[in-house]
């Protein structure tokens, strides 16, 4: 159901689906290649290309003897997302494509970026949004328009006469936060699921933080500055204060400082240009950097320093470019992701007069059509 664009290569090469569920850099080495069914043998490694949603997106085709061949020490390499909110509601997993042949122009390729730390001034901390959902629970009734998200965490915060206890039962929540650095900023979005006057106690890590006051059956979001929280683990304690009132949780999602170190080995962040970066806390030193500010566009971050022994830190200092935000992912070069998933295309045989329609009609109701196909 992500299929939303398939190439059309005609004979010019095979095309295979990619499915990517976690955000991260991805390998397809031979052996994978060639376990899921790809002729490697049959490629040449400059024709390669991955696409996107219609977009073809740069690549690291590394060809260690220069050959264009796949041999066993070699592999291709790209930045993965997980499937936007556009679309999260319909599907699991992102789609890309792997083109063996075809396209126009040159294929893209990941450029390379010299970030030989420099005097720049070492930036101390950077800006860092967790964002914790769980869609265990589908509620169709939820109000909204179809672009809602209807998938909520299972857990229910109930007052007295629903949770048949003589006092308000906490719910609590745990959202884990890495390299704390300072307060933060939480938001909540929750569903008051009676038309009635929600009334939602908040706490944070045993400290009462605030009250969300709200009314009927709707949405509702509560933001909270100053939090003050805790490296790794982080409760949040909802309590429904009405008796007769049921509230389900959307989402939760904390920003605060966070200092530059890696979590299970990776750290991705975003900061103001200008700045010379030393990420610590890796367990190994083959270490290497992706500047992902632009998804469709990544580049390899090279001649960075490494420094160290378990913990190892990693420097870079990217070239200026004044007034610009830039986004790096960081990680160990074994650390790469294997996709969840890889097919070949197949032809879609729908104009085969054998299937027994005059013609198939993909359109949306706003356009005026409804369910019995009439303006």
């Known amino acids: 159901r992500q299929a939303l664009?398939?190439?059309?290569?005609?004979?010019?090469?095979?095309?295979?689906?990619?499915?990517?569920?976690?955000?991260?850099?991805?390998?397809?080495?031979?052996?994978?290649?060639?376990?899921?069914?790809?002729?490697?043998?049959?490629?040449?490694?400059?024709?390669?290309?991955i696409y996107n949603l219609g977009t073809e997106i740069a690549i690291n085709v590394y060809d260690d003897n220069g050959d264009d061949t796949l041999d066993n020490s070699d592999y291709i390499e790209f930045y993965g997302l997980p499937v936007t909110a556009q679309y999260a509601k319909y599907c699991r997993y992102n789609v890309y494509w792997l083109l063996t042949a075809g396209g126009t122009g040159t294929a893209r390729r990941m450029i390379e970026i010299d970030a030989t730390p420099a005097a720049?001034?070492?930036a101390a901390t950077h800006t860092d949004t967790v964002h914790y959902e769980e869609d265990e629970y589908y509620l169709g009734l939820a109000p909204g328009d179809d672009a809602r998200d209807r998938w909520f965490f299972e857990e229910l915060v109930l007052g007295t006469a629903l949770s048949g206890t003589p006092d308000p039962v906490p719910t609590d929540f745990t959202v884990n936060l890495?390299?704390?650095?300072?307060?933060?900023?939480?938001?909540?979005?929750?569903?008051?699921?009676?038309?009635?006057?929600?009334?939602?106690?908040?706490?944070?890590?045993?400290?009462?933080?605030?009250?969300?006051?709200?009314?009927?059956?709707?949405?509702?979001?509560?933001?909270?500055?100053g939090i003050d929280l805790l490296e790794g683990d982080n409760t949040i304690t909802l309590i429904c204060n009405p008796d007769m009132d049921a509230v389900i949780v959307d989402w939760f999602e904390v920003t605060y400082p966070r200092m530059f170190e890696a979590s299970n080995n990776t750290l991705k962040f975003s900061h103001d240009n200008g700045y010379r970066y030393q990420?610590?806390?890796?367990?190994?030193?083959?270490?290497?950097?992706?500047?992902?500010?632009q998804a469709t566009d990544p580049a390899r971050v090279v001649n960075v320093e490494i420094s160290g022994t378990n913990p190892y830190s990693l420097e870079f200092e990217p070239p200026v470019n004044p007034g610009a935000t830039e986004t790096y992912l960081?990680?160990?070069?074994?650390?790469?992701?294997?996709?969840?998933?890889?097919?070949?295309?197949?032809?879609?045989?729908?104009?085969?007069?054998a299937n027994g329609a005059d013609y198939i009609l993909i359109t949306h109701r706003d356009l005026g059509w409804d369910a019995n196909g009439d303006a």
């Not at 664009?5 to 004979?11: F, K, L, M």
């Not at 610590?280 to 992902?292: E, K, P, T, W």
């Open 178 to 225: 890495p390299a704390v650095a300072g307060q933060g900023r939480l938001t909540i979005s929750m569903w008051g699921y009676y038309d009635t006057y929600h009334d939602v106690e908040i706490q944070v890590n045993g400290v009462f933080a605030n009250i969300a006051n709200w009314s009927g059956i709707s949405f509702h979001e509560v933001t909270l500055d």
């Open 120 to 122: 720049g001034a070492a």
């Open 279 to 293: 990420i610590n806390n890796f367990d190994a030193s083959n270490l290497v950097a992706f500047d992902i500010t």
């Open 330 to 353: 960081v990680l160990r070069s074994d650390a790469g992701r294997i996709p969840v998933g890889l097919t070949e295309d197949t032809a879609a045989d729908l104009a085969l007069t």
């Open 5 to 49: 664009w398939s190439p059309d290569t005609g004979a010019q090469g095979t095309a295979y689906k990619i499915r990517v569920e976690e955000e991260g850099i991805y390998h397809l080495t031979r052996d994978y290649l060639v376990n899921n069914g790809v002729d490697v043998d049959g490629m040449d490694l400059s024709q390669i290309r």
